[in-house]
């Protein structure tokens, strides 16, 4: 088990057995809240009601907030942070602008995942003062871990907006009292749930080498929002035994914003809630009317296909079907259109974000993520024959998102160029692949799961592709349910972790006994030259490297090429970050 997944199963033990060392558990008894066991998942949870099951679909089977929802207020896109900002900010929060969703301060991430991200390692770690105490923050975000889920659950999306509430504070003024009293308070006083309606749960989080207890705030179903109290540093930790307390303990909130306003309307999903003009073009400009009461009756239920959490995906399908009284393959057929049109819209929204940040499709790194959902936004469009222009849908999401985020319409040309550039080679690649699929087919070859995967991030065949070609001969073939996330898995593990591994044992000969490198590229933004002390210089392959005490340069990392510039009148053509030490290779 890898140190992280052990550490959080320790944590969830631990607190589980301790709740007190680890929850203001007299405050929420103070509410009229019960401490009680899921008799599904075992999960320890809090609620008014005495209940059987906790919130969560898996173990209530369904949203049943659809078309009835408990909340009284209904929040658009954009007042649910306009909203939660001016409750807060009489609570003493400070609202902050989203970073950049594209991270270029982190060397492991390629895109904004979190909003706590911005704020780690060197907030959370003490080295950078907060903008305040307490904040609040709309950060714009980008997962690719759920690809497959997109547009079938209804909750699942390549971008979201994760509205935080943080706290940076010292130990002795840390409050998770208050934390959780503030945004119950948003919930039942805002949005109006009845206290009666929310179920809090325990859990653990970790990540970006801190951990934490967690409670998870649920309703009818659907998760809102999951506060993480960290309180650990696990960098140099192998189990919980290594676990040193923060100097600065944090308070991570994330509240999907688009699940708020979804739970506040009641709707069909949260497509249709936070994206409601761009959905409706994309159904009339594909001419296509669905079987709007079929889908009615599945959305309580689709999330129960989530992929993450479903040993059998089929089987899963055939309960559904069961559920609502119509056949597997006749239920998948209708809703197959649907969730296309929903993730057009989902994908689409993915793009403009990535792109008006400075990030590209291509083949590397983060940006592969971009060309497979583009690609798979294409996919849609060719397979049901519609007329849908990418570039149009791209201006749509401007209109609807420019409140929240007023310069989103910066560089709107240049973002519907390479939308246009992309689909152009988009369709100059689909003869190519027909040929090959062709030739696949007459075979009547064969395909392990990472066949499809490695044919398809080397020529961009997807296993439907494959099928088509398949069916027209008489010939079957399986193939993975969860071909992209399957995809994105094998892609960052191969290009991401593996690239940074294979830099440290190539230099490690020459960086044994440096210091680390001080960043200073992050403290002094627009500073252009300084002074700094040549620690080590060496040939490596016939290229010159150097090694600085402290560095201006920042480093080819986050979807960002390097700086470039001179070191002692010599010109630095490239700078690479391994471990913790800049290297500036020089001419």
């Known amino acids: 088990m890898k140190k992280e997944k052990l550490i959080k199963k320790q944590l969830i033990e631990e607190a589980s057995a301790n709740p007190e060392k680890y929850f203001p558990v007299e405050m929420l008894k103070s509410l009229g809240f019960i401490r009680q066991q899921c008799s599904k998942c075992g999960v320890m949870f809090y609620s008014t009601q005495k209940r059987e099951v906790c919130g969560d679909t898996s173990c209530v089977g369904e949203y049943s907030f659809i078309h009835n929802t408990p909340a009284k207020t209904s929040l658009e896109f954009s007042e649910v942070y306009e909203e939660f900002s001016k409750f807060m900010s009489k609570r003493g929060y400070t609202p902050v602008k989203r970073f950049p969703i594209v991270a270029r301060w982190r060397d492991d991430l390629d895109f904004n995942i979190a909003s706590i991200i911005?704020?780690?390692?060197?907030?959370?770690?003490?080295?950078?003062?907060?903008?305040?105490?307490?904040?609040?923050?709309?950060?714009?975000?980008?997962?690719?871990?759920?690809?497959?889920?997109?547009?079938?659950?209804?909750?699942?999306?390549?971008?979201?907006?994760?509205?935080?509430?943080?706290?940076?504070?010292?130990?002795?003024?840390?409050?998770?009292?208050?934390?959780?009293?503030?945004?119950?308070?948003?919930?039942?006083?805002?949005?109006?749930?009845?206290?009666?309606?929310?179920?809090?749960?325990?859990?653990?989080?970790?990540?970006?080498?801190?951990?934490?207890?967690?409670?998870?705030?649920?309703?009818?179903?659907?998760?809102?929002?999951?506060?993480?109290?960290?309180?650990?540093?696990?960098?140099?930790?192998?189990?919980?035994?290594?676990?040193?307390?923060?100097?600065?303990?944090?308070?991570?909130?994330?509240?999907?914003?688009?699940?708020?306003?979804?739970?506040?309307?009641?709707?069909?999903?949260?497509?249709?809630?936070?994206?409601?003009?761009?959905?409706?073009?994309?159904?009339?400009?594909?001419?296509?009317?669905?079987?709007?009461?079929?889908?009615?009756?599945?959305?309580?239920?689709?999330?129960?296909?989530?992929?993450?959490?479903?040993?059998?995906?089929?089987d899963a399908w055939e309960e559904v079907a069961k559920q609502i009284g119509v056949d597997r393959q006749e239920l998948k057929s209708q809703i197959e259109p649907i969730a296309g049109i929903y993730s057009l819209a989902d994908h689409t929204k993915t793009l403009l974000y990535a792109l008006h940040d400075g990030a590209l499709p291509s083949s590397v790194k983060g940006g592969y993520n971009l060309r497979l959902v583009l690609r798979r936004a294409m996919d849609f469009i060719t397979k049901f024959n519609w007329n849908i222009n990418l570039v149009d849908v791209i201006a749509w999401h401007i209109e609807e998102v420019e409140k929240?985020?007023?310069?989103?319409?910066?560089?709107?040309?240049?973002?519907?160029?390479?939308?246009?550039?992309?689909?152009?080679?988009?369709?100059d690649h689909q003869l190519k692949v027909q040929i090959k699929t062709q030739g696949f087919a007459k075979q009547n070859k064969q395909f392990e799961e990472n066949n499809f995967i490695k044919l398809y991030i080397s020529e961009g065949i997807t296993p439907d592709d494959i099928v088509k070609e398949y069916v027209k001969l008489g010939n079957s073939l399986k193939i993975p349910t969860n071909f992209f996330t399957l995809v994105t898995e094998y892609f960052e593990q191969h290009q991401g972790g593996g690239k940074k591994q294979a830099l440290k044992e190539e230099f490690e000969q020459y960086l044994e006994g440096i210091s680390p490198t001080i960043l200073d590229f992050y403290t002094h933004t627009n500073t252009f030259e300084d002074e700094s002390e040549i620690v080590k210089e060496f040939v490596h392959n016939n290229s010159t490297y150097i090694v600085l005490d402290k560095t201006l340069f920042y480093p080819t990392m986050g979807g960002q090429a390097c700086d470039l510039g001179y070191i002692d009148g010599r010109e630095v053509i490239d700078v690479l970050k391994v471990g913790e030490i800049i290297l500036h290779k020089v001419k």
């Open 118 to 314: 911005g704020f780690q390692p060197y907030v959370t770690k003490g080295v950078v003062e907060p903008p305040a105490k307490l904040v609040t923050i709309p950060q714009n975000c980008l997962r690719f871990g759920d690809i497959d889920n997109v547009g079938y659950t209804g909750r699942h999306g390549t971008n979201f907006v994760m509205v935080g509430q943080l706290a940076f504070q010292e130990p002795q003024n840390y409050d998770q009292a208050k934390y959780i009293t503030d945004l119950l308070d948003f919930f039942t006083q805002v949005v109006q749930i009845p206290i009666d309606e929310i179920q809090l749960h325990e859990d653990a989080w970790v990540g970006g080498g801190d951990c934490g207890p967690s409670i998870e705030f649920f309703s009818r179903g659907l998760e809102l929002a999951n506060q993480v109290y960290m309180m650990y540093d696990m960098s140099e930790a192998d189990d919980i035994s290594g676990l040193k307390e923060l100097t600065t303990k944090v308070l991570d909130m994330g509240m999907g914003l688009e699940r708020v306003s979804w739970f506040s309307k009641g709707s069909v999903n949260q497509y249709d809630a936070t994206m409601p003009n761009v959905c409706s073009k994309l159904f009339e400009q594909a001419n296509f009317e669905p079987n709007w009461k079929l889908y009615e009756q599945f959305l309580p239920f689709s999330g129960n296909l989530n992929l993450d959490e479903v040993e059998n995906i089929d």
């Open 404 to 427: 929240l985020y007023p310069d989103i319409k910066e560089n709107i040309e240049n973002i519907q160029r390479i939308i246009a550039h992309e689909v152009e080679k988009y369709y």
